[in-house]
């Protein structure tokens, strides 16, 4: 995909025209001037969804000097070298209690209407009047937050989206000595080394504008109200040529209401903000436990006891992250930095080490607090990004096979140390790109515990030399233990994944390949270094156990199964035209029950499962893809793989939110529908193909009174959201 290092000037310039040329289309395609039906139209995307080959235009064209692919130019590194900078901890959010009486306004179940002056470049976009109202979320009793009174928020939480700008207060949630010796007193200027340009305020849109990438804490039986404001710029043009200043955040796989899940088509406007209102429970509490006295189900007390839960304890999630959803806007705006980390603890999950109750685990920790420790469990934000000639964050529209950068950096930072003790770490690992995939291993080869496949802990622990493939929203969480080196010594994180393109990846290299340098992607090789810099101040105390947290009885009966085939050629039945669609174009789609192959709607439904029911879905794709599947709000558990148990392997034999289907394959996943309802969606975490456009939209009807009636579809503008019938519906 890239030029080797070595490219001829004249190679290198002609692939940068061509990167221009793109650029200028890309950036009238990000600021509405054009639509892909324009494209499309133009001749620029080919029938199947591809950039034509039009020299000047795409870089992958025969070059007019030489008979071969002219490639992409690297980006520029500024002289940055690996592992020169110390790896940043993720930036922990501030939590406030009581955000009933301390928020202002005031939370509340239904959305707040009170109308605000828009901003004049807000309304040129989006005519319609001046007027519209503070919050984004659909207004109603439909979009209330279920299930209010019984969870109300205990915590709250405020963020904002906004452009780059310099950390001021950084809070990564242990001493600097545990932090590879940053100063959290010192300013943090959002860049990725260094040696690196400042990113300009609209190149990056993180929350609260800052790096490194933020972490949420929260706790079971501790509801969250998570306030999110949008102050990206009210001009979408403002956005340095890709993004879209439109948002909905998706917790990920939170178990709770539609209205709260980051709904792809329940977006939000500059100058607004968005209540989300996740309960924190365990599935399964409306049945399952319901006297709440199994303390597996349970959570901290905070003061080394439990409170117990209902629900099955079984159902427990620990790593997850939250994330834009924009519909057609994904890839972009999550790569522009809308991505955060979130821990959940539990009875089972602590995170503290020293507790021996009989119950929790006693993982990699610390032991200073109750629950929440930090000191040896560490979030990666793994990401491959791109940079201009003027360093400044890149991205392509028009790479619908999935866009790939050639700078690997961790919780935003370009190859970076981490200094650690003696002693064993828990490292909740997270595939924070847009299609790159990765496999991880230790650079000697050494073995290290797996311990987590997405937000779950697995059945039982394994001894891995090294990760399976992490599709984009994957989580692995995996337990290394530094005693087997000496002070001083280093070992570092590698990825063994080569891709040629977004498709798929196209070899897994050995180690000795991976390390020999040679590889043509740039994202191949060592991308962190861990320095064991001393013996631990305390005895480590922490536990792997063999025995994790089992999966969740299947005894209900099935009482319906479907097949959805993941593919190109997608055709749209709906319309796509419009300031804000709610139907899109691209090579990709969703094949329903033997059906059509449709491009994304979030009008039409595709499917509608029963409340209180369990469903087998068959999921395949064919050709030499490999998609890695997100189905929201339930999780599945993967029963066969190509028709056989036999081929699923240990480290995906507990529950999953993420299921990689692999070039031709097909997998069933067993699927429970309880406690919630709402309309959800299911799509492919390759979020360039999500955005072109491998979506679907599912609704379950969210009372225990079984109904099909499909909820009425949100049409958000920044005077109102307004509401249109379901144009098209599946069974």
């Known amino acids: ?77 500024f002289g940055a070298l690996p592992f020169t900078q110390p790896m940043p901890r993720a930036d922990l959010l501030a939590r406030t209690a009581n955000p ?57 939480v405020e963020v904002t989206q ?18 590879s010796g940053i100063n959290p007193a010192a300013p943090i200027a959002p860049r990725f080394h260094p040696l690196m340009p400042v990113q300009q305020p609209n190149s990056v849109w993180t929350f609260n504008g800052t790096v490194p990438p933020k972490l949420l804490l929260g706790r079971y039986g501790e509801p969250i109200l998570f306030r999110h404001h949008n102050r990206l710029p009210a001009d979408p043009r403002q956005n340095n040529g890709f993004g879209r200043h439109t948002l909905t955040t998706h917790e990920h796989n939170g178990h709770h209401g539609a209205e709260n899940d980051g709904f792809t088509g329940a977006f939000f406007f500059p100058g607004q903000f968005y209540d989300y209102h996740w309960p924190i429970v365990h599935a399964g509490f409306t049945n399952i436990n319901t006297a709440a006295t199994d303390p597996r189900c349970g ?7 439990i409170t117990k ?53 006693r993982l990699p920790s610390g032991r200073a607090k109750d629950w929440g420790n930090l000191d040896y469990d560490v979030n990666l934000m793994l990401a491959d990004k791109a940079f201009n000639t003027q360093g400044q964050l890149a991205f392509d529209l028009f790479d619908t096979d999935g866009f790939l950068g050639d700078v690997m950096t961790v919780n935003l930072a370009y190859k970076p140390y981490f200094e650690v003790e003696r002693r064993k770490y828990r490292f909740r690992l997270l595939n924070g790109g847009v299609a790159r995939m990765f496999k991880v291993a230790l650079s000697d080869g050494r073995p290290f515990y797996l311990i987590a496949n997405d937000g779950n802990l697995l059945p039982q622990r394994l001894t891995v030399a090294s990760t399976d493939l992490m599709g984009v929203g994957e989580r692995y969480d995996i337990v ?57 101040a305390q005895p480590d105390v922490s536990q792997v156990p063999l025995n994790l947290i089992e999966n969740p009885a299947l005894t209900q009966p099935v009482s319906r199964t479907r097949v959805f085939e993941f593919g ?32 994304a709607a979030f009008s039409r439904v595709s499917a509608q499962p029963v409340y209180g029911t369990r469903e087998i879905w068959t999921m395949r794709t064919s050709g030499g893809w490999d998609h890695p599947i997100h189905t929201h709000f339930e999780e599945g558990i993967l029963l066969t793989r190509n028709g056989s148990a036999a081929q699923v392997p240990p480290w995906e034999r507990g529950r999953k939110d993420v299921f990689r289907l692999r070039p031709g394959g097909e997998i069933q996943i067993s699927m429970q529908f309880r406690d919630w309802g709402g309309m959800f969606v299911q799509h492919c975490h390759t979020t360039t193909h999500e955005d072109h456009a491998m979506l679907l939209r599912w609704d379950l009807s969210p009372g225990v009174t079984p109904s099909l009636v499909p909820l009425p579809t949100p049409l958000p503008r920044p005077q109102g959201v307004s509401f249109a019938p379901v144009a098209e519906t599946l069974r």
């Open 568 to 599: 190109r050629g997608a055709n749209q039945t709906l319309p796509t035209e419009g300031t804000l669609p709610t139907a899109s174009e691209g090579p990709w789609g969703i094949r329903t029950d033997g059906g059509s192959m449709l491009a």
């Open 309 to 361: 839960l209902p629900g099955d304890w079984r159902e427990t999630m620990s790593s997850h992250w939250f994330h834009d959803h924009m519909f057609e806007h994904t890839a972009e705006n999550v790569y522009k930095g809308n991505a955060a980390l979130f821990n959940l603890y539990s009875a089972l999950d602590r995170g503290n080490e020293a507790i021996n109750d009989g119950v929790n685990l």
């Open 100 to 156: 009933l009486t301390t928020m202002v306004p005031a939370p509340r179940a239904e959305s707040n209407q009170t109308l605000r002056t828009l901003d004049p470049a807000l309304v040129a976009a989006y005519p319609g009047g001046n007027q519209g109202p503070i919050e984004g979320r659909p207004p109603g009793p439909m979009w209330s937050h279920q299930r209010w009174n019984e969870f109300l928020p205990r915590v709250g």
């Open 162 to 179: 906004q452009g780059a700008k310099t950390l001021t207060t950084y809070n990564p949630g242990v001493p600097a000595k545990l932090n």
């Open 299 to 305: 959570t901290p007390n905070g003061s080394g006891g």
């Open 480 to 536: 290394i233990d530094f005693t087997q080196w000496t002070v001083g010594s280093k070992v570092h994180l590698v990825n063994l994944a080569e891709h040629n393109d977004g498709r798929q990846v196209h070899r897994t290299l050995s180690l000795a390949q991976a390390l020999a340098g040679s590889d043509r992607d740039p994202g191949v090789g060592r991308f962190l270094e861990f320095r064991i810099v001393c013996n631990p």
């Open 1 to 77: 995909m890239y030029l080797p290092p070595d490219a001829p000037a004249k190679r290198i310039q002609e692939a940068e025209a061509a990167r221009r040329n793109r650029q200028d289309i890309v950036r009238a395609l990000s600021h509405g001037e054009v639509s892909r039906r324009d494209l499309f139209r133009w001749g620029l995307f080919t029938v199947t969804g591809g950039l034509a080959l039009k020299h000047g235009l795409h870089p992958f064209v025969s070059s007019a000097y030489a008979a071969v692919p002219t490639g992409i130019p690297r980006s520029p590194l």
